[in-house]
């Protein structure tokens, strides 16, 4: 289909600079209308829509100032650019503050007019497609989304939705960051245990003891301060859905214990001899190659083929930037409404450097710079200042090949976490809320890979 070409709306009142300017304009493929008075450009911007206004400033009756004031009434992603002579610059200057989007000093240059344009025409471009992703994010009221308008992503949820229903064991797999938990949440409100309890368990949060009685329960008497029975979360998930997050932090002795209830449907509490039966559907979550983890012997083959039924890839965000405007307004109204600020707008050059980073910690990242920003927004808009100062002037980060050799998951992962601790300054906490893992998590993998 044939792109429709920018409206534009010329307004001069000197005959050869209205014809020479409009001339111009329609080689450069835009639809022109062009008019000899302000009363008459008036007349046009009442009664049709344009994406961008040329005027003269200083004209009879109806000048250019009150057409820009007109304009930005009736056509509010219309941008208005002013020709001024040298003699009116104080004029020109009036004009920027009553928010001309440029002004053009005579005699003005082809270039310079064309380039102008273009730009004015990126910013309209820019609002409609802001407004356009608001109205989707109004979409995503009340109720369990994912927002996204990725196609790869959509082909994912079309899957979850089918595999919902079967009530088989899913593996979600990607790094962290990317919605995980979220998806796992997703999978069970397309179940039929939507009406039963969705339990969320970090198997990398506890040490193997605490773990196994979080999960299994214990009975009365068996250890020390065990003074009365207590249920395990698989089951108070009865009848739900149990996640299973960081499933390759579990121990060796614990996957057994897992696989006998994944296989079995009945669990041993702690300190217990009877049997409990259990209804429950397993979901697993990893950021690493679980394939590779049953190859090298950390992570057990029956346990992964038990809990591998459907094989769920989250795509990192950098895989996904169209996502990035729609997640960044998505979240501009989330805080902007948790912290009851006006901030309803993100400027064109901050969302440009969103949409161009890379995201190591993918949408959480992204969520923490947009609660920053707004935390710092003071009016209605969110702005480049308002984002972190390492940010603007970041390059990608990204774990690179070494001499073109491809990096093993280790390698990859270590490089990854050392660069996120050099962002943060150090600071664990933080650097575990990127990643999206916990701060024995994170201690754990910078023990193993000897970043201290």
Same mark, same amino acid.
């Given at each position: 289909m044939t792109p429709t070409p920018a409206r534009i709306l010329v307004v001069d009142d000197e005959a050869a600079a209205l014809k020479n300017l409009s001339h111009l304009l329609r080689k450069e493929g835009y639809e022109v209308t062009a008019r000899q008075s302000g009363a008459t450009g008036l007349k046009e911007l009442q009664q049709h829509e344009f994406d961008v206004i040329l005027t003269d400033l200083r004209m009879k009756g109806v000048d250019g100032l009150a057409l820009l004031r007109r304009a930005r009434e009736l056509q509010a992603d219309c941008e208005v650019i002013v020709i001024t002579g040298h003699a009116t610059l104080d004029s020109a200057v009036e004009a920027m503050k009553e928010g001309a989007f440029h002004y053009i000093a005579k005699p003005y240059r082809l270039d310079e007019v064309r380039q102008v344009v273009r730009s004015a025409l990126d910013v309209v471009l820019l609002?409609?497609?802001?407004? !356009?992703?608001?109205?989707?994010?109004?979409?995503?009221? *009340? *109720?369990?989304h994912i927002v996204t308008q990725d196609a790869a992503m959509l082909r994912l949820l079309d899957t979850a939705r089918q595999v919902g229903p079967t009530d088989c064991n899913v593996l979600v797999s990607g790094e962290s960051g990317t919605g995980k938990e979220l998806l796992a949440r997703y999978l069970h409100a397309h179940s039929s245990r939507v009406d039963g309890r969705f339990v969320a368990v970090n198997c990398g949060a @506890?040490?193997?003891? @605490? @773990?196994?009685? =979080? @999960?299994?329960?214990?009975?009365?008497?068996?250890f020390t301060g065990a003074d009365r029975q207590k249920r395990g979360l698989i089951e108070i998930a009865e009848g739900g859905t149990l996640f299973l997050d960081e499933i390759t932090e579990m121990s060796s002795t614990m996957q057994v214990k897992l696989l006998r209830i994944v296989q079995e449907r009945e669990l041993l509490r702690v300190g217990g001899t009877d049997p409990v039966l259990v209804d429950?559907?397993?979901i697993a979550a990893t950021n690493r190659d679980l394939q590779e983890s049953v190859a090298n012997g950390r992570f057990r083959a029956d346990l992964y083929f038990r809990l591998n039924v459907v094989n769920l890839a989250l795509p990192p965000l950098? !895989?996904?930037?169209d996502d990035v405007p729609l997640l960044a307004f998505y979240f501009l109204k989330k805080f902007a409404l948790a912290m009851a600020k006006p901030v309803v707008d993100i400027d064109p050059d901050a969302l440009r450097l969103l949409n161009r980073y890379d995201y190591?910690?993918?949408?959480? =990242?992204?969520?923490?710079?947009? =609660?920053r920003g707004v935390a710092l927004a003071q009016g209605a808009t969110l702005e480049l200042a308002h984002l972190p100062e390492s940010l603007r002037g970041l390059s990608v980060r990204i774990a690179a090949p070494v001499s073109g050799e491809l990096q093993t998951?280790?390698?990859? =992962? !270590?490089?990854?976490?050392?660069?996120?601790?050099?962002?943060t300054g150090g600071n664990r906490n933080q650097a575990a809320d990127i990643l999206g893992i916990d701060r024995v998590s994170l201690w754990r993998r910078i023990k193993r890979y000897g970043l201290e």
């Open positions: 609002k409609r497609e802001n407004r !356009a992703l608001k109205r989707r994010i109004e979409g995503y009221e *009340g *109720g369990l @506890l040490q193997e003891e @605490l @773990l196994a009685n =979080e @999960l299994f329960g214990h009975e009365k008497g068996a429950v559907r397993f950098r !895989a996904r930037r190591p910690g993918n949408v959480r =990242e992204l969520a923490n710079l947009i =609660e998951l280790d390698k990859n =992962e !270590a490089a990854h976490i050392a660069q996120v601790l050099e962002y």
